[in-house]
Nanobody, 111 residues
Framework: QVHLVESGGGLVQPGGSLRLSCVGS?????MGWYRQAPGKQRELVAR???????MYADSVMGRFTISRDNAKNTVFLQMNSLKPEDTAVYFC????????WGQGTQVTVSS
């Protein structure tokens, strides 16, 4: 059963923008985003730590914005001023009767 469905990844040039979306279903609530680059551990990008309070990784502060539509159980990640080091698979994180992950969406920042 799929609990979290991500969309919006792709290839973009440095300085460009992308918007990711994640829809939760059932009793799983979409909460935020993590990413994993090749050869590296999965790391936090941005997530809600309470209903209205976001938390960001230092590396994306001021460039990325997380938002949510509670009625649609959807979280968004607006990514601006993208850098090559933002290249990774981005995973949606959800909370329910446990922790849940989406299938991941590739973001590639390259000229």
């Amino acid at each position: 059963q799929v609990h979290l469905v991500e969309s919006g990844g792709g290839l973009v040039q440095p300085g460009g923008s992308l918007r990711l979306s994640c829809v939760g279903s059932g009793s799983v609530f979409a909460m935020g985003w993590y990413r994993q680059a090749p050869g590296k551990q999965r790391e936090l990008v941005a997530r809600f730590i309470s209903e209205d309070t976001p938390m960001y990784a230092d590396s994306v502060m001021g460039r990325f914005t997380i938002s949510r539509d509670n009625a649609k159980n959807t979280v968004f990640l607006q990514m601006n001023s993208l850098k090559p080091e933002d290249t990774a698979v981005y995973f949606c994180y959800g909370l329910g009767p446990g922790n849940y992950w989406g299938q991941g969406t590739q973001v590639t920042v390259s000229s």
